[in-house]
């Protein structure tokens, strides 16, 4: 098509950020994280170009968890990120973002990720898949916004037959057995129209986080923030709760959920999730506290919307069956969703929703959010404590994807200052009001960044590569 485009250029920054609270993913806290943005320019076969941009966090801690320490993993994958900005920027092939991305994913990626392992040395710990995607997935958006900048649309407009050369059929099969059929079907034909322009917003009550005064050290921030949840939930007007727990721990998980489910009742919370953190290896550790739930505490039982992964990362050496989990509980998959074939095996032990994340690419979120609704799983969009430029593809995604219950969002909690300049452009996407995140200020072309009224002052150059 006359709209099909290639990279020509592409730039890599990292921009450091510090946590004003300790996040604790896994068994793992997180103080800081690195944030990759990448600029990219394309062109289509009439030599117009245009500029678009992506960002992530390269939150080690989620993507890569393990025995490593965490700045060999970190400087692994900042490494990894400057290899990817050299071969995306010797892609030839011209097409549309979804063609290209599902192309990078599938044919080079792995091969680059392998290079890398290759390199690092039998005896080190290898870089995992999900970590590979996190990296790639800043380069993906920025394709994305890119290509919307120069045809000077959003981007969510372009996911049809009007500008694909390929339908859904070329990137994604169905279940075996199923008569369902991806032929003459786009992404649009999945998406909400017309999308929401506000969410219901979900708070993370991290393992660290304070719950009552009596928590209290004296070390807490005074940032103007807050720092119990009660506080929290008054000041935001929050109705949706994510219960971060421990997954080895029965009684420490059983307690908190309870505790946080008595604030949660007594402050008009209407809504929990619980977030065993992939630390379980049988079901009945999540059985067991369901059960006893149910019965000792109906209510905070009820609350409970979904239960999300709770089980280890990688689906296909931990094939468990889950339908008893289930059977409780709507459950839905999280790290265990790189891909919309893993979804698929997901699927068949038992799993039932599954948590889109724009930090695993914006093409492969896409790809999953078309797999999963015709096959009638129930979708949740889950933040990966996404600031500045982050949020925005992120929320984006959950508005037209039509969720269980909004958005997963806690940047504002960790780190809000980092997004302050970005929160001067779009203030209902930094701080929730009302139990909500506000999406009216994004319009214009690509993802609605509006990245020309944003005072941000980018670090130098990590890396720079052109044709």
């Known amino acids: 098509m006359k709209t099909d485009i290639s990279p020509v250029s592409v730039g890599l920054y990292f921009i450091p950020v510090e946590t004003r609270i300790p996040l604790k993913f896994g068994l793992e806290i ?35 968890p ?95 037959a009007e500008f694909m050369n390929r339908d859904l059929s070329a990137f994604i099969e169905p279940a075996e057995g199923s008569n369902i059929s991806f032929e003459g079907k786009y992404p649009e034909d999945f998406f909400i129209s017309p999308p929401p322009r506000s969410l219901p917003a979900w708070h993370l009550v991290g393992g660290k986080d304070l719950l009552d005064a009596s928590e209290l050290t004296g070390e807490e921030p005074d940032d103007g923030y807050p720092v119990l949840l009660p506080d929290w939930i008054k000041r935001d007007g929050l109705t949706c709760l994510k219960v971060k727990l421990r997954g080895n721990d029965s009684e420490w998980d059983y307690e908190r959920l309870i505790r946080v489910g008595e604030i949660a009742i007594d402050k008009d919370v209407l809504w929990l999730t619980s977030d065993f953190n992939c630390t379980v290896t049988d079901p009945a550790y999540v059985n067991e506290i369901l059960d006893r739930l149910m019965i000792d505490y109906p209510g905070i039982y009820q609350m409970i919307l979904y239960v999300e992964q709770p089980f280890p990362y990688e689906l296909e050496q931990n094939q468990i069956d889950v339908h008893s989990v289930s059977a409780r509980k709507p459950l839905f998959m999280d790290e265990s969703a790189h891909d919309w074939k893993l979804i698929r095996l997901g699927r068949s032990l038992g799993w039932t929703g599954v948590a889109l994340k724009t930090c695993k690419t914006q093409t492969g979120a896409l790809l999953s959010l078309c797999w999963a609704k015709a096959h009638g799983m129930t979708l949740m969009v889950q933040d990966l404590t996404n600031p500045m430029l982050a949020q925005i593809p992120h929320v984006r995604l959950a508005a037209h994807a039509g969720t269980i219950m909004g958005v997963e969002t806690n940047s504002m909690q960790f780190y809000p200052a980092a997004s302050a300049a970005e929160e001067v452009v779009h203030p209902g996407l930094y701080r929730r009001r009302d139990g909500q995140v506000d999406l009216s200020t994004l319009s214009g072309s690509g993802f609605g960044y509006k990245l020309n009224e944003i005072d941000r002052h980018l670090p130098e150059l990590a890396a720079h590569f052109e044709k």
């Not at 103080?31 to 966090?57: F, H, L, N, S, Y």
């Open 30 to 64: 997180t103080t800081a994280v690195t944030c990759a943005r990448v600029r990219m320019i394309v062109a289509d076969g009439q030599g117009q170009k245009a500029k678009g941009w992506g960002e992530t966090p390269l939150s080690v801690q989620w993507a890569w």
């Open 66 to 160: 393990g025995g490593l320490g965490y700045q060999e993993r970190c400087d692994t994958m900042q490494h990894f990120c400057r290899m990817l900005a050299e071969e995306w920027a010797l892609i030839h092939r011209h097409g549309h973002p979804i063609e290209l991305g599902s192309d990078f994913i599938e044919s080079t990626l792995p091969g680059l990720l392998e290079q890398l392992n290759r390199e690092r040395g039998e005896q080190a710990e290898p870089m995992p898949h999900l970590a590979a995607l996190v990296c790639c997935s800043a380069f993906d958006l920025a394709l994305h916004d890119a290509y919307g900048k120069l045809l000077g649309r959003d981007v969510y407009s372009t996911y049809n």
